[in-house]
């Protein structure tokens, strides 16, 4: 019984259309659906994937337009790396990041994997690293970013925690990840990296210790949780029945409509939820046309007409590369 590495990141926006021409017309990443927060539907969910968000490419966002700024600090996921195919493409980006005036560092390298860390307008930590061209996501073909440097999905994620031993034996005694190198990454700081299955695309999770920081206080540029793959219900099942057993308190299965999740906080404060990879987002739209109205699980949708008065409509700017 092994978890199938990342299958998305969800952060916090209060810029809902500033978010939607970030991701769209600068990272190039497709809106592959744009639905309500299904415990608060006066939030947008908006979702950024492949050509059809596949498990393991989305990540996604809360839209809380009166949340104040993230404060980061221990006790949070501090950071998302996307991935790219190959040295060219850093360099390739490296350029349009600095062409669009976003903050990013040099390439670097950090436990052999070379990136650019970076931001997005509300101070969303965010990386994009080269993974060597392994199997992958498949970038929309209409993205304004040429498809060779797309990105492909998820690489790894950050966790800053206070205390590493605690959070590390959840993550190798019931998840099954490896703490494979550590790493001193400032003054009294150390990351620690955690593989599944020899690590490498979506299966990496780097771990800060910092001993003496302060909590940190979600907001807009934050993230919320951070979500694991498994491939059906039955093995999902399976896994919340493994949480129970090691005393964690992990909630029902509850369907999402397109895919199922379950949810738990391992200590050190972090959320973490499990979900299949399917049915996925081609359930109710049309391959095509994802993502271009506001699409509501069945449950929801005989409240549409309250729902969208409730929602600052959006606008997907000009899609399509130019060209
Ligand atoms: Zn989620």
């Known amino acids: 019984m092994k978890l199938h590495g990342l299958h998305h990141v969800t952060a916090v926006t209060s810029q809902a259309q500033a978010n939607v021409e970030f991701y769209t017309q600068v990272l190039g990443m497709r809106l592959v659906k744009k639905t309500v927060n299904q415990d608060d539907v006066s939030a947008y969910h908006l979702f950024y994937g492949d050509e059809m968000g596949r498990a393991g490419t989305e990540l996604t966002f809360f839209d809380w337009a009166h949340i104040g700024r993230n404060h980061s600090g221990v006790g949070a996921i501090s950071g998302a790396a996307l991935r790219v195919a190959g040295q060219e493409a850093l360099r390739w980006w490296a350029e349009r990041l600095t062409q669009h005036a976003v903050p990013h560092s040099d390439i670097v390298e ?180 994802l993502g271009e109205r506001l699409a509501l699980p069945p449950f929801l949708e005989p409240y549409r007409a309250q729902i969208e008065a409730g929602l600052t409509p959006l606008s997907q700017g000009s899609a399509g590369r130019t060209g």
């Open 110 to 289: 950090f436990h052999g994997h070379a990136m650019i860390r970076f931001t997005d307008p509300e101070g969303q930590a965010l990386a994009l690293v080269d993974d060597a061209g392994a199997a992958g996501g498949i970038p929309w073909s209409r993205s304004p970013v040429p498809p060779a440097y797309g990105v492909r999905g998820l690489y790894a994620s950050t966790l800053t925690v206070s205390d590493l031993q605690r959070t590390g034996h959840v993550l190798t005694a019931v998840m099954g990840y490896e703490q494979t190198k550590t790493y001193a990454t400032g003054s009294g700081e150390r990351t620690a990296v955690f593989e599944l299955n020899g690590g490498g695309a979506g299966k990496e999770l780097y771990v800060v210790e910092q001993p003496a920081g302060r909590p940190a206080r979600l907001g807009a540029g934050g993230v919320h949780h951070i979500a694991f793959r498994v491939p059906d219900a039955d093995s999902q099942l399976a896994w919340r029945n493994r949480l129970a057993a090691a005393g964690l308190a992990v909630t029902e299965v509850i369907d999402r409509y397109y895919f199922k999740s379950i949810y738990f906080r391992i200590p050190g404060g972090v959320l973490f939820e499990i979900a299949t990879d399917g049915p996925g987002f081609t359930t109710d739209e049309e391959l095509e046309h």
